[in-house]
């Protein structure tokens, strides 16, 4: 079964900048996994719902949601099965958890960022 882990949230200054990283484990399935699927980045501030801050698909293309652009950076590493997203220029409203999903595969745990003085 194939899990996905999210981690390098934390806390930063308005203005700061943090790198999540997304993981796929978990037996054969997830090896190479990344040449196949696709990998979306949500943010979920409070009780509102989750929100598709980032994606990128299996040819490599990429798509942000219009309050990330050109702050936000998706990539991937086909070779370790882990995807990353790169915030720059991060605000308050960027505040809340970040999750990582692979579209018919799985979600994973989520990650908190809080960007606060």
């Known amino acids: 079964q194939v899990q996905l882990a999210e981690s390098g949230g934390g806390l930063v200054q308005p203005g700061g900048s943090l790198r999540l990283s997304c993981a796929a484990s978990?037996?054969?399935?997830?090896?190479?996994?990344?040449?196949?699927?696709?990998i979306s980045w949500y943010h979920q501030a409070l009780e509102n719902p989750r929100e598709l801050v980032a994606a990128?698909?299996?040819?490599?293309?990429?798509e942000y949601a219009d309050s990330v652009k050109g702050r936000f950076t998706i990539s991937r590493d086909k070779t370790n099965n882990t995807a990353y997203l790169q915030m720059d220029s991060l605000n308050t409203e960027d505040t809340g958890v970040y999750y990582c999903?692979?579209?018919?595969?799985?979600w994973g745990q989520g990650t908190q960022v809080t960007v606060s003085s």
């Open positions: 990128i698909y299996s040819d490599g293309s990429t």
């Open positions: 978990g037996g054969r399935r997830s090896e190479g996994i990344f040449r196949l699927y696709g």
């Open positions: 999903m692979m579209p018919g595969i799985t």
